[in-house]
């Protein structure tokens, strides 16, 4: 059960690091947050503190209101000599042209972890295809399939991590636990200041990610808070009302379903290939209806046998859904949850079992540097279509509402132009309204589960919010 | 073909003469500690597998013309739009046309150039100018007369099999910095153009044909000229006016092609201020890029970027309008391969009152 941390009583630990000479001392606190990430992964990376200490500064960074513009937790990122090497470069170059700006520190962290492409070997991209297939076949599951020692696996697994970033997270219905999941996307008006509208959209207490990019005029908010229709009317009002004085289009999807896939066999010998049909314009080969290989999670709305304790898993299994009972236990208690191993076995069993989350393999440098998001608004025939091209790409990540779908698709460069052309087209058909693109460099993070909750307020075993709390137009104005 | 590998010995000339695009292959010869027959070889080769060329940014202005660059954008479906390139395609004054394949936003986009002659500035039919004033239109047409060119190729960034580009947070920073101080540091390849002032036919001839070949002979400029029915100076004089033209309203830049740069990007800046410092700023960074080409006049600025990868536009388009965001609009797409139009040329043509060359 959630016990609050009392200040003073567990106090945060001094973090030094052998690099502390190369980090400038600053005055602006959102400067400072950037700073202090970098502070703190540099220790993990000299073994300065313990990644418990460290995941206790971590919850105090989340304080910080730029936590929420751009989460930012070193505790998750993949600690190795590669990324420490480039942070202390981003240093170096910072104290040459004695630049200490938030932005400047920011970009900083962020280019550090921008993944280098490495060449994968076959091995590892097997062993990467079963884990993108099943992410929780056991290390010995693994070596049956492909007919290796179990060690052989446990060293790709290694090297996929370190050189490929790939981790292990989960999709989740939280309508199971009473909780909506909502996108707001927006274009902002002529002359607004965006600067004002992130820091109002970062202060809105539901706020999980905002992406908006200096080459893109659209953008999205994504949120997350307790309740039903009545709540989801408020924001809908709040968000229209802003429409012509903050911006000039808003379009909010309510989460009825998601997914995620990824196709390895595209790639072949260290070169992607790109599907026939995205090659053709969607006007030359038809968009056929979805198939049934799609790994779709459902929203079943609230389920009563999931309760708090099984949110508060579910949040860390978002994080790393490998990751051992022991280790969910801990990090749950450092973020004030008394929550036993026995509790986390059980919980995470029934999670899987009743499809509330559903685990998926991200992974990165290899090839595939081109980020977008489309924000399509169509009919419900063709949101079905458009998910049948999902197994046709790389990777890809989608959110469905009753207004159309979101997708996430991470393509080889040399193939960008090919897909954005094709999926912009789709909007010539009838039954397709808009497909607007953000292209961006990278997926960002956002704030998890377990720091929405806390502005939430609860009783018994339900959250909710004063519904007034969600006018959003109070943040933004 | 996207890459013709280079090896080292052809990396040495080509960084050499980058440094100095006006060398001829003796003095390269000379300085390499090389036999000229050995530079000619390699140049060959290079011509051959790689067309390079050396080439010259022309100050049109001394031959009476003046460089009007900008861009329009509009919806992809627009037929305002289709009908401003089906313009550009035909008009001969138009130098370039490149169109988007991908933007940052849902607009289409199309970049051009043209040369116009003196005293017929801007080159568009009326109809396009209101289109772009109607607030009931989505078509916007930006257009500046160009006041400095510059040209780029760096292949300190290229192993001859790869480019290594640091597009990412030293680039960021290094611009962010350099902007302070744009108007101190110094432009290499850049070419201010001066204002539009009478010439004769003669020398707007010999400026074509450097316009094509900085290292233009005399010869070459006698067979133009008299393929244009022009007549020709008696061969000293033309020999001092080529090489006076030449010091005087060029600039040499080195062409090469298929290195492995597949992807063309433009990044058209609108500083509100005549005074920003972005359009500076531009023709200094550039030279860090592998490949670009930046146009700046009063408010407008271009910067035409050729790169090995997309995700390298991305990266700097990000890291430029980052930069730029508080004092320009901006607007970036990745463009089509587009051909450049020899516009001296067709002024010639026009003013000699030929269809064509001889």
Request: one cysteine or more; hydrophobic letters at 40%.
């Amino acid at each position: 059960m959630p016990r609050d941390l009392v200040p003073g009583q567990s106090a945060l630990p001094e973090v030094s690091t052998p690099y502390d000479d190369l980090i400038p001392s600053v005055d602006d606190p959102s400067a400072r947050f950037y700073l202090e990430a970098i502070r703190l992964y540099l220790a993990l990376f000299a073994g300065t503190v313990s990644l418990e200490d460290a995941k206790r500064v971590v919850e105090h960074l989340k304080e910080n209101p730029e936590f929420a513009k751009s989460p930012t937790d070193p505790t998750v990122a993949p600690v190795n000599e590669h990324f420490m090497k480039k942070i202390i470069d981003n240093l170096k170059t910072l104290k040459k042209y004695n630049l200490h700006t938030s932005d400047s520190i920011k970009s900083a962290y962020s280019f550090a972890f921008l993944n280098d492409e490495t060449p994968i070997n076959d091995r590892d991209l097997q062993v990467l295809s079963c884990l993108a297939r099943s992410p929780l076949s056991t290390v010995n599951a693994i070596a049956r399939t492909l007919e290796i020692a179990p060690k052989t696996v446990s060293s790709s697994l290694v090297r996929l991590k370190d050189q490929h970033a790939v981790r292990f997270s989960c999709l989740s219905d939280n309508t199971a636990f009473g909780i909506q999941s909502v996108m707001l996307f927006f274009k902002l008006s002529e002359g607004v200041d965006w600067a004002a509208i992130e820091t109002g959209m970062a202060g809105f207490p539901f706020t999980r990610s905002i992406l908006k990019t200096a080459v893109s005029d659209l953008g999205y908010v994504s949120l997350m808070f307790p309740g039903g229709e009545q709540e989801l009317s408020v924001l809908r009002s709040s968000a229209s009302a802003l429409v012509g004085s903050v911006f000039d289009y808003v379009s909010l999807h309510v989460q009825s379903s998601m997914g995620a896939e990824s196709n390895l066999a595209l790639l072949n010998n260290g070169t992607w290939s790109i599907s026939e049909v995205i090659r053709q314009p969607p006007e030359a080969a038809p968009v056929e209806k979805a198939g049934s290989t799609l790994h779709v999670l459902s929203c079943g709305g609230r389920r009563k046998e999931f309760q708090p304790l099984d949110f508060a898993v579910t949040s860390e299994l978002r994080s790393d859904c490998r990751a051992s009972p022991e280790t969910v236990s801990q990090s749950l208690r450092i973020k004030g949850w008394d929550v036993d191993t026995k509790q986390v076995i059980s919980s995470t069993h029934r999670l899987i079992e009743r499809r509330v989350i559903l685990p998926y393999t991200v992974f990165a440098g290899i090839g595939l540097s081109g980020n977008f998001c489309f924000e399509v608004v169509c009919k419900p025939d063709w949101t079905e279509r458009i998910l049948s091209l999902m197994p046709l790409v790389p990777a890809a990540l989608y959110f469905v509402s009753s207004r159309g779908v979101i997708l996430w698709i991470q393509v080889p460069s040399q193939h960008q132009v090919e897909y954005y052309q094709y999926f912009r087209s789709l909007e010539h058909k009838r039954g397709v309204e808009s497909v607007l693109p953000i292209m961006t460099l990278v997926q960002k993070g956002s704030r998890s589960m377990l720091d929405l909750a806390r502005h939430w307020k609860r009783e018994d075993d339900f959250w909710y919010v004063d519904t007034d709390d969600l006018d959003l137009a109070s943040y933004l104005t | 073909m996207d890459l013709n590998k280079l090896e080292p010995a052809d990396l040495r000339l080509l960084r050499r003469l980058l440094m100095n695009p006006g060398m001829r292959q003796s003095d390269l010869a000379k300085d390499l500690q090389v036999s000229r027959p050995m530079v000619n070889q390699t140049w060959h080769k290079l011509v051959r597998t790689n067309h390079l060329r050396v080439k010259s940014s022309v100050d049109y202005g001394k031959v009476g013309m003046s460089l009007v660059f900008g861009w329009a954008q509009a919806s992809e479906t627009s037929d305002q739009l289709k009908a401003f390139c089906a313009w550009l395609d035909s008009n001969t004054q138009v130098t370039l046309a490149s169109r988007s394949v991908m933007t940052s936003g849902t607009n289409a986009a199309v970049y051009f150039e043209a040369v116009t002659s003196l005293g017929r500035d801007p080159p568009f039919p009326a109809r396009f100018i209101d289109w772009s004033n109607d607030r009931t239109s989505d078509f916007g047409l930006r257009y500046d007369v160009a006041a400095e060119v510059s040209n780029h190729l760096n292949m300190g960034l290229f192993d001859g099999r790869q480019w290594t580009l640091d597009e990412g947070f030293r680039f960021e920073v290094s611009t962010g910095a350099m902007k302070d101080y744009a108007d101190v540091l110094p432009a290499m390849n850049s070419l201010k153009l001066s204002k539009p002032s009478a010439c004769t036919v003669e020398n707007l001839a010999v400026l074509s044909v450097l316009e094509d070949s900085y290292h233009a002979s005399v010869r070459e400029v006698t067979e133009y000229m008299s393929r244009l029915s022009l007549r020709c100076p008696p061969e000293r004089t033309l020999r001092r006016r080529l090489d006076s033209i030449r010091s005087k309203m060029t600039l040499p830049y080195v062409f090469l092609s298929d290195i492995g740069l597949i992807h063309k990007a433009v990044l058209c800046v609108d500083s509100s201020s005549q005074e920003s410092p972005l359009s500076r700023m531009l023709h200094i960074q550039a030279g860090t890029l592998p490949k670009a080409r930046v146009v700046s006049g009063r408010s407008l600025s271009v910067l035409s970027i050729e790169l090995p990868s997309l995700w390298n536009w991305l990266a700097l388009s990000s890291s430029l309008i980052q930069i730029t965001k508080s004092s320009a609009k901006t607007l970036t797409f990745i463009a089509q391969e587009s051909a450049t139009r020899k516009t001296l040329e067709k002024a010639l043509l026009r003013m000699t009152g030929k269809q064509s060359l001889a």
